[in-house]
């Protein structure tokens, strides 16, 4: 009687590669899902503390650690709203200030659903609004606050997710050339168009900013950014005049 060859896995088979890789595949995915779920809330949370800090920044708050920045952020921020094109408000009064407008990101901008945090700055009421734009590598973003006014800019400040170091990065490391924005107005004489702007050669500078040098096309962002986003909350700011 002949010996029967006992038949085990063929691992130099396709089959086997095969089966192999969907099955590592499949595990390898597991793991990064899982680990993405674990991580998430932290990550969330990271976020908001950045844009908490970001709108801190723009009312000249700096310097705060985590902790510190997040207690800030709940003291001065008194309200975030959602208002619409024509000045109304869809949304506000929710008790953490980062339920409404703070949930709202560019795409939102972009449809018209507008950001508005109502803050008190050693007694004085400010108003900050986010502004998105293009700068010469890709998305910019920033928050300007305004005085009560709503006319003159109490500070702003500015991000990028990636511009060139040294030049167009200038919108988000320079304090100093943020701090340029101070006092300057949002208007010159009609009120339906904004006059906020970065230029090269600076000729009103009651509401002008010199550009970054070397980066002009992210100072044109900026630029263009700033005309399109305050000029979204004009009846807004119309209204508090």
């Known amino acids: 009687m002949a010996n029967e060859s006992k038949k085990g896995l063929n691992t130099n088979s396709n089959s086997y ?86 949930k709202l990101g560019s795409a939102d901008y972009k449809n018209g659903q507008l950001a508005l945090f109502t803050c008190k700055v050693d007694g004085k009421t400010k108003y900050v609004v986010p502004v998105y734009g293009m700068g010469l590598w890709g998305p910019i973003s920033g928050y300007v606050a305004l005085d009560d006014d709503c006319q003159t800019v109490f500070g702003a400040y500015f991000n990028h997710d990636s511009e060139t170091a040294g030049l167009g990065a200038e919108i988000k490391d320079s304090k100093e050339w943020q701090e340029k924005f101070i006092g300057k107005k949002l208007f010159d004489g009609d009120d339906s168009t904004i006059a906020l702007s970065v230029e090269k050669n600076v000729s009103n500078p009651a509401t002008q900013v010199d550009a970054v040098t070397g980066a002009t096309l992210t100072s044109n962002g900026v630029r263009d950014m700033l005309k399109e986003g305050l000029g979204k909350y004009i009846a807004f700011f119309k209204a508090k005049k």
């Open 17 to 102: 590669t095969i089966i192999y890789s969907i099955i590592l595949v499949v595990v390898v995915a597991f793991l990064l899902a899982f680990v993405f779920q674990a991580l998430k809330a932290r990550q969330d949370a990271n976020v908001a503390l950045d844009k908490k800090k970001q709108i801190l920044y723009s009312l000249n708050i700096r310097g705060l650690g985590d902790e510190a920045a997040a207690a800030k952020y709940k003291e001065v921020v008194i309200s975030d709203d959602i208002i619409a094109d024509n000045g109304e408000v869809k949304a506000s009064e929710a008790k953490d200030n980062e339920s409404n407008g703070f």
